[in-house]
C-alpha cells in the first residue's frame, strides 16, 4: 500500500514550522509520530499535498510536573507556554514530540493518575515509541483514548502559530471526528492537565480484544477529596461507546459534594450506561458494551478512590 | 530526497522518493530481505527494525524519516560472525516454527532486555505483545528472551 506522491518538508525549528504553516498551511500536514496518520496516507483516506515532518524541531518531547508559581523552574521548553496561563495551580504539561512511552516512563506524568494509568493501554508497544499523546489529540480519532482522558481531568491545549499562542479547553478543542479546532496556520504543541493533589486520584480502564486494537470499551474517571472527605471535584469521560468520545456531565455531577461509596459510584456507572449509545458490532453487542461501562465506571471511580484515600500511587 | 543512514554499521545512501516506506528502502533498495512485511497495517510488527537502537514498525515510517540515523535490522544482530545471545537462545530453545516474525521478535527482545535485564514473563509477554507470532503460541519465544536474558546477565556479573 503506498501513500499519494507529497512534498516533504522537515523544519529545524518551531519558528521555521510555523512560518510554513502561516505561508501555506492548507495544504499541510504535520508528521509527529505518523502511527494514525501514516496508515491512513496508505489507505489513502488522506492525501496531503505537504507534509511536514516536526520530528527534527528540538524540544518539543518535554513533559513537566509543573507545581505551581512558587517554583521558578517548571520544566524544559516552558517559554512554549503562553505566560498569560499562570493559574498556580499544579499541572502536568506534554509536549508535542512526547511518545507515548515517554508519558509511560515519566516520574512526571505521574503528576496525573488518569494519564499515568491510560499510557500503557495506548497502542501497543512498538507503536508507542514512535506515537505521541499530542499527535493523537490533533488526529482526533473519535475512538482515540487520550481524548477521554483529557475530557474527565479538564484539559487546556496549546496552539501555536506566528501570531503566538493561545490555549483552548479541550471541549472545545475537539469538533467533530478528525476535527479540530487547531487552524491551518497553527500546531497543537502542548496539552496540559490538572496534577492530582495527594487528595486525588485518576485512572483508565480499558477492555480491547487484543492489543493495539480500538477499546471496545474505555473509561477515564478522577477525583479530588475535598478537607471533609467528601468528593470536590469527579470527572467521567467514555470512549468507544458514542459517535465520539463522551463526558459525562450528568454523572460527574452525581458525585460531586457527596461522600464516596460503592452505591453512589454504582448510581454513576448507571448513568454513564444510560448517557451512551454504543454500537451493536463485532467487538460486542450494545448491550454487553453498555454493562461494561458501567462496571468500568464502578471500577474505574474506585481506584481513582484509593488513589485519592493514600491506599495506593 | 537523498537518505543517508548507517545499517547495521555500515554507511549507505540513496535518492529516494519522500513516500518510500522505510522497510522497502531497507528491503528493495538496500536489498536486505531479513526485515519482513507482514501486515503493511501496523498491527503485526514483523517489519520491526531498531532505529536508534528504539523498535518501531518500519512498514508506519517513511525512508526520509530515517535520514541521518542508525538502524539495526536482524543482519546486525550477529557479533564477530557468532551468533548473539538472543539468536543463539532463540537457536537453543526453538524460539520459532516458521521464522517469519523471528527477526522482529529478537530485536525486540534485544532492546528490551537491555531495558530490563532480569523480566518477568509477564514483562517479556507485554513487551511483545505489538509482534504477531502465528505458530508457536509464543510460549518459546518467551523462553528464548529469557534465555538470553539470563545469558546477558552472566556475561555481565562474570
Keep these: ?313 | 530526497m537523498n537518505v543517508n543512514v548507517t545499517i547495521n554499521g555500515a554507511e549507505k545512501s540513496a535518492d529516494v522518493e519522500p513516500r518510500l516506506l522505510l522497510v522497502d528502502f531497507i528491503r528493495s533498495t538496500l536489498k536486505m530481505t531479513g526485515t519482513h512485511i507482514g501486515c503493511d497495517t501496523t498491527s503485526c510488527g514483523v517489519c520491526t527494525i531498531l532505529l536508534d537502537g528504539t523498535p518501531v514498525k518500519s512498514c508506519t515510517l517513511f525512508a526520509v524519516q530515517a535520514n541521518g540515523r542508525s538502524i539495526t535490522t536482524v543482519e546486525g544482530l550477529k557479533q564477530n560472525g557468532e551468533l548473539s545471545a538472543m539468536q543463539q537462545a532463540f537457536k537453543e530453545h526453538h524460539g520459532l516454527q516458521c521464522g517469519f516474525c523471528t527477526p522482529a521478535m529478537m530485536l525486540v527482545g534485544t532492546a528490551f532486555i537491555e531495558d530490563n535485564p532480569d523480566p518477568t514473563d509477564d514483562d517479556v509477554r507485554w513487551a511483545i505483545s505489538g509482534n504477531l507470532c502465528r505458530c508457536t503460541g509464543y510460549m518459546n519465544i518467551v523462553k528464548s528472551i529469557q534465555a538470553a536474558a539470563a545469558t546477558t546477565r552472566e556475561g555481565a556479573s562474570s
Design chain 1, 1 to 313: 500500500m503506498y501513500p499519494a506522491k507529497f512534498d516533504y518538508l522537515v523544519p529545524e525549528s518551531l519558528d521555521e514550522a510555523l512560518s510554513t504553516l502561516s505561508e501555506r498551511g492548507d495544504e499541510v500536514k504535520i508528521l509527529a509520530g505518523g502511527q494514525s496518520l501514516i496508515p491512513m496516507m496508505k489507505l489513502r483516506f488522506a492525501a496531503p499535498e505537504t507534509l511536514m515532518d516536526i520530528n527534527r524541531i528540538p524540544d518539543l518531547g518535554w513533559i513537566s510536573h509543573n507545581r505551581g508559581s512558587d517554583e521558578a523552574h517548571i520544566g524544559p521548553a516552558e517559554h512554549h507556554w503562553p505566560s498569560s496561563n499562570g493559574s498556580g495551580k499544579p499541572t502536568l504539561r506534554i509536549g508535542a514530540l512526547a511518545r507515548h512511552n515517554d508519558v509511560v516512563r515519566s516520574e512526571a506524568a505521574k503528576a496525573n493518575h488518569t494519564v499515568s494509568s491510560a499510557a500503557p493501554w495506548i497502542a501497543d508497544p512498538i507503536v508507542r515509541n514512535l506515537g505521541t499523546m499530542v499527535g493523537s489529540l490533533a488526529h482526533h480519532d473519535p475512538e482515540g483514548d487520550w481524548a477521554s482522558v483529557m475530557l474527565a481531568c479538564g484539559a487546556t491545549v496549546a496552539l501555536a502559530s506566528t501570531a503566538g499562542t493561545r490555549t483552548v479547553d479541550i471541549d472545545d478543542f475537539l469538533v467533530d471526528m478528525f476535527a479540530t479546532s487547531c487552524q491551518p496556520n497553527e500546531m497543537v504543541i502542548a496539552v496540559e492537565v490538572k496534577a492530582h493533589s495527594d487528595r486525588g486520584g485518576g485512572n483508565y480502564q480499558k477492555l480491547e480484544r487484543k492489543v493495539g486494537d480500538y477499546a471496545t470499551v474505555g473509561v477515564a474517571t478522577c477525583l479530588e477529596l475535598g478537607d471533609d472527605g467528601n468528593i470536590a471535584a469527579a470527572g467521567l469521560a467514555l470512549t468507544s461507546v458514542y459517535a465520539h468520545n463522551l463526558k459525562v456531565p450528568d454523572a460527574e455531577a452525581v458525585l460531586v459534594g457527596q461522600a464516596p461509596s460503592d452505591e453512589l459510584f454504582a448510581e454513576a456507572g448507571r448513568i454513564a450506561a444510560a448517557a451512551c449509545d454504543p454500537a451493536s458490532d463485532s467487538r460486542g453487542s450494545a448491550d454487553y458494551k453498555r454493562h461494561v461501562v458501567s462496571v468500568f465506571t464502578e471500577r474505574g471511580l474506585a481506584e481513582s478512590l484509593k488513589i485519592a484515600q493514600g491506599g495506593q500511587t
